[in-house]
């Protein structure tokens, strides 16, 4: 079924292969990130300058975003961002800006999303991560949070299954973005996942093949 669909963080990497994914897919949508100008994120619309860590920001972009381009049918929450620190050596800040980016916005646009979703029987899907299964030294903060993320799926999932919403997320491993080959010049980066691959398990967990799927968090890991 094709839909209107939120994505926020629309404006990264992730984000815009992932609006790209869903209208080739013929859906409309709409992307959300703290980026006032996206440049070509897609053909849909886009809001910016938006704070999802405030709820009501959250709200109001989500509102904003439904009386534009009708009702909604599905939530993608990409939005997020990393820190490599050391418990020891780290700053205690970094798990609350954790928290805040990769985990507080999800929730902030479920809660706002939920109504219109119920009305379409919608769906949600999250950008988790695999270090939230196993973590490696340097990621204490931010596995912790996408943990968050499969957990916040997994309740949700059972919250809404008689509301008749899916949820459910994607755990990548490295991403092959520019970002990552700079700083791991020296990987592989042909065992990395890259964003249109995460991209396109997204657009199946939209669609109707994927009708019988909800509470599911889902390893999307290539090669490493």
Request: charge should be negative.
């Amino acid at each position: 079924m094709k839909t209107h669909v939120i994505v926020t963080g629309a404006a990264g990497v992730l984000g815009r292969a992932v609006t790209k994914a869903l209208e080739e897919a013929g859906h409309k949508v709409t992307g959300i990130d703290r980026a006032p100008d996206a440049g070509a994120v897609g053909a849909g619309a886009y809001l910016g300058n938006i704070d999802l860590t405030d709820p009501a920001a959250a709200s109001a972009a989500i509102e904003k975003a439904i009386g534009a381009s009708g009702p909604l049918g599905a939530l993608v929450n990409v939005a997020g961002t990393f820190r490599w620190e050391t418990v020891a050596d780290g700053d205690i800040a970094t798990w609350a800006t954790m928290f805040d980016i990769n985990l507080r916005t999800a929730v902030n646009a479920v809660r706002a999303a939920l109504p219109s979703l119920r009305d379409g029987g919608g769906a949600v899907v999250s950008i988790g991560a695999a270090s939230a299964i196993k973590a490696a030294a340097g990621m204490g903060a931010y596995a912790a949070s996408k943990a968050g993320i499969a957990k916040l799926t997994e309740a949700l999932a059972e919250e809404e299954k008689d509301n008749g919403v899916r949820v459910n997320a994607v755990l990548p491993s490295i991403i092959d973005t520019p970002a990552n080959r700079a700083d791991m010049a020296s990987a592989d980066f042909t065992r990395w996942v890259s964003p249109a691959q995460i991209a396109s398990v997204i657009a199946f967990l939209l669609s109707d093949g994927a009708s019988a799927i909800t509470g599911a968090c889902i390893p999307v890991t290539g090669r490493v």
